[in-house]
């Protein structure tokens, strides 16, 4: 399965703008970012990896990674980091997608950091995450 998701990390680099918000039901997507969310913060790696794709795709400022071996590697640094994780400030969800806002210094960056999620048949295809410097425009 190929996955064209250029338009979506072109969303995540280069714009801040919200996506139209999701029914107020909570969605499949959105019951699955929750749970990451969850794991992440409580640096659970095995429950985090469990949430992506076999194949899924995970961009960050430092590089992709591709599977849930090169993944898995990334959230054990993250893990293993005396990093603060903080719940995201702002959460939107429309359909397979989930778009997440960190507060500024989440992460001790001192960036606001900004997360694209797909998600199909109930786990992680893609992930996209960028830092931005003096936070998103509201």
Known sequence: ???NIGPVLLFSLLS???LVAG???QTATQRIVTR???AMTAREIDTVVSEY???AVLINPVGTYVGRTAIRAVIRDIAASPLHLDAPAKQIYEGDFGYLEWPSGSGGTGAERVETLIVRDGKIVAQTVAEVA???PH
């Open 1 to 3: 399965m190929r996955l």
């Open 16 to 18: 801040c703008t919200a």
């Open 23 to 25: 029914p107020a039901a």
């Open 36 to 38: 990451h969310v969850a």
């Open 53 to 55: 794709a076999p194949g």
């Open 134 to 136: 003096g936070g998103c």
